[in-house]
């Protein structure tokens, strides 16, 4: 039931592009995307919907693809506050979050 | 900053002690769901509280249990600790009115078992 992430970690150098994905094995209603930095709370990034919505409010784009039960989130032209792990999350059941095992992401200069 | 706080901020205690975990969730939320986070795993779905009522249950056993208080504030309450519940705890508040909603983390309790 976790969703999977691929890659596990990556590492970019400041301007890079990146791409994590997070697929499912079950149908999918809805995937929550969050990023959480050391010894903090994860923070939310964005939320895509089945039927193509979208709610987020950082400038990071991210896709849904409700018949091969994935998503990919997108970093373009990376930052060094951009490091961190990235979850996906997906609902169980109204608000019962999954989430994956995280995708280490760590931007160098 | 999400308006979701957590106390305390830390705690350690002893095999086969209790312990209670406070969340205060952001306002004009009315739902409180509680995830432990083990060190390198993704957050662990615990249960959620919708309106005093718990509105659904991952895999822990009945030794967790929670309360959400009519201010939707809520605790998470953990009997007999066991070494393996040393984890991050976190609570995270959102506002359900029908559909998907958005869930706000608090800074989480790191719980140490010794």
């Known amino acids: 039931q976790q969703p999977v992430q691929s890659p596990q970690a990556v590492i970019l150098r400041e301007g890079e592009d990146a791409v994590i994905n997070c697929s499912s094995s079950?149908?999918?209603?809805?995937v929550h995307w969050y990023r959480q930095k050391h010894g903090e709370a994860p923070v939310f990034l964005m939320i895509?919907?089945?039927?193509?919505e979208q709610k987020g409010h950082e400038k990071i784009s991210a896709s849904f693809n409700e018949k091969k039960q994935q998503s990919s989130l997108y970093l373009t032209a990376s930052q060094l506050s951009y490091s961190g792990t990235y979850f996906c999350g997906t609902e169980l059941g109204r608000g019962k979050l999954i989430f994956g095992q995280g995708t280490e992401l760590s931007v160098k200069p | 900053e999400t308006g979701v706080t957590q106390s305390p901020t830390h705690l350690i205690k002893t095999r086969g002690q209790q312990v209670t975990l406070r969340c205060s969730s952001q306002?004009?939320?009315?739902?409180v769901s509680w995830y432990q986070q083990a060190l390198g795993q993704g957050p662990q779905f615990i249960f959620q509280y919708y309106r005093e009522e718990e509105n659904g249950r991952g895999n822990f056993p009945p030794r967790f249990s929670g309360l959400q208080f009519p201010n939707y504030s809520s605790e998470l309450n953990v009997n007999a600790l066991e070494l393996d519940d040393s984890a991050l705890y976190l609570c995270a508040s959102s506002f359900w009115g029908g559909g998907t909603d958005t869930q706000y983390f608090g800074p989480g309790t790191r719980l140490t078992v010794l």
């Open positions: 895509l919907l089945k039927g193509g």
């Open positions: 306002s004009g939320h009315n739902t």
């Open positions: 079950k149908a999918l209603y809805s």
